[in-house]
């Protein structure tokens, strides 16, 4: 059964834009916080961005300004706002669903390559 699934990866130029979209299932209780890790060839899993159920967000400093993350509560869904694409943003994106206690779910990625 999928949990976690995101959707909306692709091959776009450089400076380009692209909207990923991510559902957790309803079967998932008391999701509080809701985002997205990218993992680069040869690098680490990084924290993108996250939002809380309250609104509040975080991104990483390479993202601020051209990436914005979105949350509708009531759909369990998450939404990242690509924009000014650079090839560094190359990557496979993970989207991740926190609840109440600790434990997270994922889904399962989706390629984003910035490539002229």
């Known amino acids: 059964q999928v949990q976690v699934e995101e959707s909306g990866g692709g091959l776009v130029q450089p400076g380009g834009s692209l909207r990923l979209s991510c559902v957790a299932s309803?079967?998932?209780?008391?999701?509080?916080?809701m985002g997205w890790y990218r993992q680069a060839p040869g690098k680490q899993r990084e924290l993108v961005a996250r939002?809380?159920?309250?609104?509040?967000?975080n991104y990483a400093d390479s993202v601020k300004g051209r990436f914005t993350i979105s949350i509708d509560n009531g759909k369990n869904m998450v939404y990242l706002q690509m924009s000014s694409l650079k090839s560094e943003d190359t990557g496979v994106y993970y989207c991740?669903?926190?609840?109440?206690?600790?434990?997270?779910?994922w889904g399962q990625g989706t390629q984003v390559t910035v490539s002229s």
């Open positions: 991740f669903a926190l609840i109440w206690d600790g434990t997270d779910y």
């Open positions: 309803a079967s998932i209780p008391g999701i509080n916080t």
């Open positions: 939002i809380f159920r309250s609104g509040g967000t």
